[in-house]
C-alpha cells in the first residue's frame, strides 16, 4: 500500500486525542472530513497534515533561510509519506489594520497603482506615489486616512445653559481655568445669557472667531493688573490648541478628553481618499485612482477591459483573475476600497478563499476549514463548484465540513469520533457517501428540516426604526418579544447592521455572543475561562491551609523546572524544534510541594482531571455547580476542567462562549452564527438550549444561515435580496411555514431541505 503514490499515507498518528490511527487520503479527490465538534479531525488535518507538509517543504532551503522562516515540530506520528505542497485556508479572522482593505488583502492595489503610474493622464511619476503610504501621493490634510477630527460644537457648548453657568463642557476652555475666566470676564460676551439666545452675530464671534480681515480683544485680570488678549474663537482656539498637535504630549488635558469633543468626518481635500488632490488628477478613461478604487467589482472588469494601452493592456491582464475570482465568488458588489473589518463573516470567507485560488499550479493540497462558514445555502452552490475545479485540476481538496451539502460533494468521506474529546480520535468510517449511510450513526446524508408548525406568539416586540447604518435602506422592523427569532439572507445583506447596529443602539441590555475569538492560550483552561479556577483554588487553601497560590501553576505552585508549562523546549539550534514533556512534573505543571496536598482525596491536577459530567459529583460549591451546569447545557459534558482553551476546536470555542454568557441573567440573547463549527447533531443538542430559555422567558434572536435553525424558529426574518448596495431591505417576516409560501431565496432552500 505504501508505494502508491497517488494517495497520502499516514500512519500511526497521535496528535491529541487522536488513538494511533492510519489513513490513507487519495489524492486529486475531494476529501471531507466530518464528524462531532471535537472528534479529532482538526488534530489529522492541521496538526498533521498540513504542519508536516509545512515542515518538509522547508527542509528544501538553505539553512540560513530556514532559520527566517516559520519552525514546525515533526508531529507526533509514525509515518507520513507523499504529501504535496499545501494552502490552508483556515477560519481564523482575518488579520489587518485600520487601513486593510480588499484591494490591499488581494493584492491587487500594487497592480492598480501600476497601472496608473504607466497610462494615467497627465502622468504622475512611480507606482509608488499613488500610493497614501507615500510623502507624495498621501493628503496633507488628512494624512492619508482619508478622514479627519473636527471640532463637534454641539459636544463642547450646551446652548442652554450661560457662560458663567459652565456652557463650555470642555474644561481647558471653561473657569475656572484661565482660558474660561478670560471667556467669562473679558467684557466681550454677556456671560448669564443662555447661548441660545445670542444674537447671530454674538454667536458666531464667541464660537468662529472675528470676521476676516478684522480684530477682537478681550481683558484679563490678573493679580498685578490687566491685558488685553485677542479673541480668536472656541473653534478656531481648540483647534489650534488640541487638534494641531501631538496630543500625546498634552499633559493637563487627557487625549480621551480632546477626542469626546470631536467627531470624525470625511476629508474634504481628498474626499475621503486619503491621496493627494495632485496625485487624483491622473485618469485613466476619465476615472482617477480613488474612483477605480470604488468601483463594484463587476464594473472594475468593464474598465480593465476597455483598457488599449499595449503596456496598459499587459497589467492590466495581471489584476484581472484577482478581481474575476470575487465576482465569481459572488462578491461582485465590493469594491477595492471596502476595508477588511467591514466585510461580513460570509464574505471575509469567500475573500480569504479567493486570495489562495488566483494560481494555476496543481498537484497542490488545498486545505479548507469549514469553507461553508457564514455562507448562505444559495452561496454554498458556488463554493461547492469551486471545490470540484479545484480537483479538477489535478489538485487534492480536503475539507472539514459539517454543511450536508459540502459532504455530498465528496469522493472520499472520512468521519471522525465516535465521539468527542477523549471518546473521539477514531475513525469511524472512510469511504463514498453510500458506504457512509450504512456505517455512520453519527452523520445522516438524508437529514431532512423539521419546520416548527406550532410557533410560540408574542404579545410584544422589539422596535426598530428607519435604520440606516451601512447598507441599510432605512429599515423599520418590530422583532417579536419572548420568543426564538432566526434572521438570515445572504453574506452581505444586512444582517448584522440591522442587529449589532440598529438593534443594539435601542436594546443595549442585550447580551450579544459575537464571533470574535477568546483569547485562547495554553495556561487558559476551562475552569480559569468560566470563573471557577479561583473557587477550586480556595477550597484546596481553606482545607490545606496553605496559600491559595500554590495551587496555581502560573504563581508558586508552578513546577520550578518548567515554570508551569508542562513541557520544556530544548535548544537544538537549527533543527526542528521539540516539545517534551517536563521530566520533572512529568507534564503535571505543579511542583510536588503543590500536589502533596489534597481535597477528599484528590490534588489539584486530579481535580483538573475531572470531567465536566464528573465535577459536580466531587465539587458541591454552588457557584461552581451553576457554572458547570451551563457547560454541560451546551454539550461540552465531556471536557475536562484542566482543558486548555488552546486545544479546543471551532465549535467547541463558540459552545464555551456561549455558555459564559447563558450565566448571566439577561432577556435578550442575540447570536451571531451559533451553528459555526457544529455537526448537526450538535445543533440539535444547541436548539435544545434556544429553547429552554425561550421557555424561562428570554427572548433568542439568531443570526443563522443554517436551515435547522430557521426551520426551529418562531418568527424569520429574512433580509436582502443582494449583498451589499443591493442588500439593506427586508424580504420576509413570519414563520417558518408561511415562509415555504415565500419566493425569497432562502425559503427555495428551505422547501429542498423539508423534502431531504
Not at 78 to 104: A, F, W, Y
Not at 120 to 132: M, V
Not at 149 to 154: A, E, F
Not at 308 to 323: C, E, K, M, R
Request: aromatic fraction near 6%.
Amino acid at each position: 500500500m505504501a508505494d502508491k503514490r497517488d494517495e497520502i499515507i499516514l500512519r500511526g498518528l497521535r496528535e491529541n486525542n487522536l488513538k494511533n490511527i492510519d489513513l490513507n487520503i487519495p489524492k486529486e479527490k475531494i476529501n471531507v472530513f466530518t464528524g462531532l465538534s471535537g472528534s479529532g479531525k482538526s488534530s489529522v488535518v492541521f496538526d498533521t497534515l498540513a504542519t508536516e507538509s509545512r515542515r518538509q517543504m522547508t527542509l528544501n532551503y538553505p539553512l540560513y533561510i530556514r532559520h527566517l522562516m516559520p519552525r514546525y515540530e515533526r508531529p507526533h506520528a509514525d509515518l507520513m509519506q507523499h504529501l504535496s505542497p499545501v494552502v490552508v485556508v483556515e477560519q481564523k479572522p482575518i488579520r489587518g489594520n485600520s487601513r486593510s482593505t480588499v484591494g490591499t488583502y488581494m493584492d491587487i492595489d500594487p497592480l492598480i497603482r501600476l497601472l496608473f503610474s504607466r497610462i494615467g493622464s497627465p502622468p504622475i511619476g512611480s507606482a509608488t506615489e499613488f500610493s497614501r503610504e507615500s510623502s507624495f501621493g498621501n493628503c496633507p490634510v488628512c494624512n492619508g486616512f482619508g478622514e479627519i477630527v473636527v471640532p463637534d460644537i454641539t459636544k463642547i457648548i450646551d446652548h442652554t445653559k450661560s457662560l458663567r453657568d459652565s456652557a463650555v463642557r470642555f474644561k481647558p476652555l471653561a473657569p475656572p481655568g484661565w482660558q474660561g475666566r478670560w471667556i467669562v470676564d473679558g467684557g466681550l460676551f454677556d456671560a448669564d445669557l443662555p447661548i441660545k439666545d445670542f444674537t447671530e452675530d454674538k454667536y458666531n464671534l464667541l464660537v468662529y472667531g472675528p470676521p476676516e480681515g478684522k480684530q477682537a480683544f478681550g481683558t484679563y485680570y490678573y493679580k498685578d493688573g490687566t491685558t488685553e488678549i485677542e479673541w480668536d474663537g472656541i473653534i478656531p482656539r481648540f483647534i489650534r490648541l488640541y487638534i494641531n498637535r501631538d496630543l500625546t504630549k498634552l499633559k493637563r488635558t487627557s487625549q480621551e478628553d480632546v477626542l469626546a469633543m470631536t467627531t470624525h468626518t470625511t476629508c474634504p481635500t481628498c474626499e475621503g481618499s486619503g491621496l493627494n488632490p495632485k496625485v487624483l488628477e491622473c485618469k485613466i478613461n476619465g476615472l482617477n485612482i480613488a474612483q477605480y478604487d470604488h468601483l463594484e467589482l463587476t464594473e472594475l472588469l468593464g474598465e480593465l477591459a476597455k483598457i488599449q494601452d499595449p503596456v496598459g493592456t499587459s497589467i492590466a491582464q495581471q489584476a484581472f483573475p484577482n478581481v474575476k475570482q470575487l465576482v465569481d465568488l459572488g462578491l461582485g458588489y465590493l469594491s477595492l476600497a471596502r476595508k477588511m473589518g467591514t466585510l461580513s463573516g460570509g464574505e471575509a470567507q469567500r475573500v480569504k478563499i479567493a486570495r489562495h485560488l488566483g494560481s494555476s499550479l496543481n498537484n497542490i493540497t488545498y486545505i479548507f476549514d469549514e469553507p461553508s462558514a457564514g455562507l448562505h445555502p444559495e452561496e454554498i452552490d458556488m463554493l461547492t463548484h469551486m471545490l470540484k475545479n479545484l480537483r479538477d485540476n489535478h489538485n487534492t481538496v480536503v475539507v472539514i465540513e459539517h454543511n450536508l451539502a459540502v459532504i455530498k460533494t465528496a469522493d472520499e468521506i472520512i468521519e471522525m469520533g465516535p465521539g468527542a474529546g477523549v471518546s473521539g480520535g477514531e475513525v469511524v468510517y472512510q469511504g463514498t457517501q453510500a458506504g457512509l449511510k450504512k456505517a455512520s450513526a453519527i452523520t445522516d446524508l438524508n437529514h431532512k428540516v423539521t419546520i416548527n408548525k406550532n410557533p410560540r406568539k408574542a404579545e410584544n416586540g422589539f422596535s426598530i426604526k428607519d435604520a440606516a447604518a451601512n447598507n441599510l435602506k432605512n429599515v423599520s422592523v418590530e422583532i417579536p418579544k419572548n420568543v426564538l427569532v432566526s434572521v438570515c439572507g445572504v453574506s452581505g445583506s444586512g444582517k448584522s447592521s440591522l442587529l449589532f447596529g440598529g438593534f443594539m443602539e435601542n436594546y443595549p441590555e442585550t447580551i450579544a455572543v459575537s464571533q470574535g475569538s477568546i483569547g485562547t492560550s495554553s495556561r487558559s483552561t476551562l475552569a480559569t475561562y468560566m470563573g471557577i479556577m479561583d473557587d477550586i483554588r480556595s477550597i484546596l487553601a481553606k482545607e490545606t491551609g496553605q496559600p491559595v497560590g500554590l495551587f496555581s501553576f502560573n504563581s508558586t505552585g508552578a513546577c520550578p523546572v518548567c515554570e508551569g508549562k508542562g513541557v520544556t523546549t530544548p535548544d537544538v539550534a537549527f533543527a526542528d524544534p521539540i516539545t517534551v514533556t517536563c521530566e520533572a512534573c512529568r507534564g503535571t505543571r505543579y511542583s510536588d510541594e503543590a500536589l502533596s496536598h489534597r481535597h477528599l482525596g484528590k490534588n489539584i491536577v486530579e481535580i483538573l482531571e475531572l470531567s465536566i459530567d464528573e465535577t459536580n459529583q466531587y465539587l458541591k460549591m454552588p457557584k461552581i455547580v451553576k457554572k458547570v451546569d451551563t457547560l454541560k447545557d451546551v454539550g461540552l459534558g465531556y471536557l475536562t476542567l484542566g482543558q486548555t482553551t488552546s486545544s479546543l476546536s471551532g465549535g467547541e470555542v463558540q459552545r464555551l462562549k456561549l455558555a459564559s454568557h447563558l450565566k448571566k441573567e439577561g432577556q435578550i440573547y442575540l447570536l451571531d452564527e451559533p451553528s459555526l463549527g457544529l455537526h448537526t447533531k450538535d445543533n440539535a443538542h444547541l436548539l435544545d438550549v434556544f429553547q429552554g430559555l425561550v421557555d424561562k422567558g428570554n427572548s433568542v434572536i439568531l443570526i443563522e444561515h443554517n436551515l435547522n435553525f430557521i426551520a426551529a424558529s418562531d418568527w424569520v426574518i429574512e433580509m436582502g435580496p443582494g449583498g451589499g448596495k443591493k442588500g439593506g431591505e427586508v424580504l420576509f417576516e413570519g414563520t417558518p411555514v408561511s415562509m415555504l409560501q415565500s419566493g425569497t431565496l432562502t425559503a427555495k432552500w428551505l422547501r429542498k431541505g423539508v423534502k431531504g
